[in-house]
């Protein structure tokens, strides 16, 4: 169920998106940025330990020329330099309207947070995952 509501969402933002302005040019930016952390703390919870985190982010835009509206997807992800198993992967995507209003879509995912094992991103088992 999450997987169509998440692909029902992704594709109505993307259709309104795309028809807005026919004419106008597609314009898309790729953006790479890592910072260094020196714990890795979620929500208040301390999951690295004393260990520093290096924390990745790749985000794509996708607007159109002369157009109030873009759309974002990406991922940011966060290792720690401990032995531990603690990492995290997040997908997300953005709707903006131009300064106004941005509505964001989150998937976190914890490979092995609870299992002590590295788990599959895309093993959707409702059972398991």
Known sequence: M?????????LCILIIQFSVLNNAQIQSSVSFSTDIMSR????????G??????????NLTISK??????????????YT???TTNEEVD??????????????VYDYFF???NSGSKNNYFEYNKDST
């Open 2 to 10: 999450k997987q169509k509501s998440f692909f029902f969402l992704t």
């Open 40 to 47: 890795y703390v979620w929500r208040g919870l301390d999951l």
């Open 49 to 58: 330990g004393k260990s520093p985190s290096i924390q990745p982010t790749l």
């Open 65 to 78: 020329e002369n157009c109030d509206h873009s759309v974002s997807v990406g991922c940011w992800a966060s």
């Open 81 to 83: 330099l401990a032995a």
């Open 91 to 104: 997908l997300f995507l953005t709707y903006n309207y131009k300064s106004i209003l941005s509505v964001t």
């Open 111 to 113: 490979p092995g947070l």
